[in-house]
C-alpha cells in the first residue's frame, strides 16, 4: 500500500497495512525532527488510534494521512 504522510514536505511509504499508526509517527519522527508525542495522525478527519493497525483505521491504498504537530508554549 502507498501511504501519503504530509508532515514539514509529502512523504510517501510502502506498507503493507499491518503497521501502528505509533510506527508512523516514528518514521515522521526520523525523517522530520518532529518528535513522536508531537505529533497527530488523522485519517478523514477521525484520530488514528495510536495500538490500532493501519488497516484497522481505513487505510488504504494511495490514502492520504492528515497530520499536525504541537509545539509546547514556554
Do not use: N, Y
Not at 510506527?23 to 513522536?36: C, D, H, L, N, R
Request: charge should be negative; glycine fraction near 6%; charged fraction near 20%.
Amino acid at each position: 500500500i502507498q501511504l501519503f504522510v504530509p508532515a514539514q514536505e509529502l512523504q510517501t511509504l510502502e506498507v503493507t497495512g499491518q503497521e501502528m499508526a505509533t510506527q508512523i509517527k516514528v518514521f515522521v519522527a526520523s525523517m522530520e525532527s518532529i518528535t513522536p508525542e508531537d505529533q497527530v495522525g488523522l485519517l478523514a478527519g477521525t484520530l488514528l488510534e495510536a495500538e490500532a493497525t493501519l488497516g484497522q483505521c481505513g487505510v488504504e491504498a494511495e490514502t492520504t494521512l492528515e497530520s499536525s504537530w504541537m509545539h509546547a508554549w514556554r
